[in-house]
Nanobody, 118 residues
Framework: QVQLVESGGGSVQAGGSLRLSCLAS????????MGWYRQAPGNKRELVAR???????DYADSVKGRFTISRDNAKNTVYLQMNSLKPEDTAVYFC????????????WGQGTQVTVSS
């Protein structure tokens, strides 16, 4: 059984910062790509940022220069540092990881709410 557990969400004023964490646990052989997605009410889930096991990252255009994704492979953890937050960043943020147990599968966390007020 594999679980992804997010933490670090909350409410902040525009211009503020938050740091999200996501810990993968269970019978994990290896983790490939880890990433963060978000979904605002009435919108589709969208990619925010993702990072390979080697540390290569890419970002949605809307967060480039403000958000930074990183990971600690030894701890099976991915982070999302969010700076200069805007009201339009308000959403539920979901952690995603491609994890090898026997074969590779995509797993999702339960989501954490981020609310940015103007």
């Amino acid at each position: 059984q594999v679980q992804l557990v997010e933490s670090g969400g909350g409410s902040v004023q525009a211009g503020g910062s938050l740091r999200l964490s996501c810990l993968a646990s269970g019978r994990i052989r290896s983790i490939n790509v880890m990433g963060w997605y978000r979904q605002a009410p009435g919108n589709k889930r969208e990619l925010v940022a993702r990072i390979t096991s080697g540390g290569s990252a890419d970002y949605a255009d809307s967060v480039k220069g403000r958000f930074t994704i990183s990971r600690d492979n030894a701890k099976n953890t991915v982070y999302l540092q969010m700076n200069s937050l805007k009201p339009e960043d308000t959403a539920v943020y979901f952690c995603n990881a491609n994890i090898v147990v026997v074969w590779s599968l995509d797993y999702w966390g339960q989501g954490t709410q981020v609310t940015v007020s103007s």
